[in-house]
């Protein structure tokens, strides 16, 4: 059986909500799921892992300046480089990703061939086109 690892970092609920979505479906899919805060971050959840997916809530101004918080960042230097799993990005926000993904990218050190898989929500529920790019994803 295929495993997959969820870590969020959540504000308000919205990410952690998004974040145990995926898990669930992944469930359905019969693939095993973990899905843990970033606080819980251990290096030996990672044993075993053949899906990773690494979500924050979208920080910075409406439109522009999107960044993870410090906290995320500090957890994406934690992580072993180079990530052995295949990688998929998540983020909740209010208005726009804007440049969220490619700012997670930077902190995670790897480029958009290693995590093009990038999944968002406003209220943190799974959409039809979200599963849809979850099954590419684990295809």
Same mark, same amino acid.
């Given at each position: 059986?295929?495993?997959? =690892? $969820?870590? /969020?970092?959540?504000? %308000? @609920? &919205?990410?952690?909500?998004?974040?145990?979505? $995926?898990? +669930? /479906?992944?469930?359905?899919?019969? =693939?095993?799921?973990?899905?843990?805060? =970033?606080?819980? /971050?251990?290096?030996?959840?990672?044993?075993?892992?053949? /899906?990773? *997916?690494?979500?924050?809530?979208?920080? @910075?101004? #409406? *439109? #522009?300046?999107? %960044? !993870?918080?410090?906290?995320?960042?500090?957890?994406?230097?934690?992580? !072993?480089? !180079?990530?052995?799993?295949? +990688?998929?990005?998540?983020?909740?926000?209010?208005?726009?990703?804007?440049?969220?993904?490619?700012?997670?990218?930077?902190?995670?050190?790897? @480029? $958009?061939?290693?995590?093009? &898989?990038?999944?968002?929500?406003?209220?943190?529920?799974?959409?039809?086109?979200?599963?849809?790019? $979850?099954?590419? #994803?684990?295809?």
């Amino acid at each position: 059986m295929k495993n997959a =690892i $969820i870590f /969020y970092n959540s504000k %308000h @609920g &919205t990410t952690k909500k998004y974040a145990e979505e $995926i898990g +669930v /479906y992944l469930a359905q899919k019969g =693939i095993g799921s973990k899905t843990l805060s =970033i606080s819980e /971050y251990s290096d030996s959840e990672l044993v075993g892992a053949d /899906y990773l *997916f690494l979500g924050c809530w979208t920080s @910075g101004l #409406f *439109f #522009f300046l999107q %960044h !993870p918080e410090k906290i995320w960042k500090d957890f994406a230097v934690k992580l !072993p480089k !180079p990530l052995q799993t295949k +990688v998929a990005l998540f983020t909740t926000y209010k208005m726009l990703t804007g440049s969220m993904f490619n700012s997670m990218r930077r902190e995670l050190k790897i @480029g $958009i061939e290693s995590s093009s &898989t990038e999944l968002k929500s406003r209220e943190g529920l799974l959409s039809q086109t979200d599963k849809l790019v $979850i099954d590419k #994803f684990v295809g």
